[in-house]
T-cell receptor, first 114, second 115 residues
Framework: DAKTTQPPSMDCAEGRAANLPCNHSTISGNEYVYWYRQIHSQGPQYIIHGLKNNETNEMASLIITEDRKSSTLILPHATLRDTAVYYCIVRLRGLRGSQGNLIFGKGTKLSVKP | GAVVSQHPSWVICKSGTSVKIECRSLDFQATTMFWYRQFPKQSLMLMATSNEGSKATYEQGVEKDKFLINHASLTLSTLTVTSAHPEDSSFYIC???????????FGQGTRLTVV
């Protein structure tokens, strides 16, 4: 799986958009970009994933650059409950069985402030 | 989305005793589940892959005789920390896939404190 680079921490004002960057310059053509978050003392929570098109769901938007070497997770209106560590993970999709584990980096600690 | 449930959410045990942690997929069957460990201020590290009906696969450096994994059904995997020591105190998390093409779902984690 390709490696990712994320800033260790970011702050965001409540109600504003939080834009979390991720670099994955060695991503291969069939690898997806996944985002998970981990609120303190809880298990990780799936947010969104994408291959090359931008994606949006009820939680967030994912913007992937045309060369796919970086992406940005956007939380459009951050709330205090969005304070968490956000992990960007690049991996092949459809891996079954013992290949289905995720490799977590250090992520970005997002602090949403009132 | 699919739900994965862990029990207990926290446990305190005495050094030398054993602790069992359960991981259940509540609304889907999982032939494979994963066990992770997370020390304070660190990221999740994969410990082992739990396979229904067969032996678990352990990552390098994880003692299989200390961390016993049983995956006896398609909805339940258990991790038993045997002869626990204070250095085993950690946050243990399981995950499962609903199917090969879906995202992973995680349990809420179990905080183990060995005193």
């Amino acid at each position: 799986d390709a490696k990712t680079t994320q800033p260790p921490s970011m702050d965001c004002a409540e109600g504003r958009a939080a834009n979390l960057p991720c670099n994955h310059s060695t991503i291969s053509g069939n690898e997806y970009v996944y985002w998970y978050r981990q609120i303190h003392s809880q298990g990780p929570q799936y947010i969104i994933h994408g291959l090359k098109n931008n994606e949006t769901n009820e939680m967030a938007s994912l913007i992937i650059t045309e060369d796919r070497k970086s992406s940005t997770l956007i939380l459009p209106h951050a709330t205090l409950r969005d304070t968490a560590v956000y992990y960007c993970i690049v991996r092949l999709r459809g891996l079954r069985g013992s290949q289905g584990n995720l490799i977590f980096g250090k992520g970005t600690k997002l602090s949403v402030k009132p | 989305g699919a739900v994965v449930s862990q029990h207990p959410s926290w446990v305190i045990c005495k050094s030398g005793t054993s602790v069992k942690i359960e991981c259940r997929s509540l609304d889907f069957q999982a032939t494979t589940m994963f066990w992770y460990r997370q020390f304070p201020k660190q990221s999740l590290m994969l410990m082992a892959t739990s396979n229904e009906g067969s032996k678990a696969t352990y990552e390098q450096g994880v003692e299989k005789d200390k961390f016993l994994i049983n995956h006896a059904s398609l909805t339940l995997s258990t991790l038993t920390v045997t002869s626990a020591h204070p250095e085993d105190s950690s946050f243990y998390i399981c995950s499962a896939h609903q199917g090969g093409d879906t995202e992973a779902f995680f349990g809420q984690g179990t905080r183990l404190t060995v005193v």
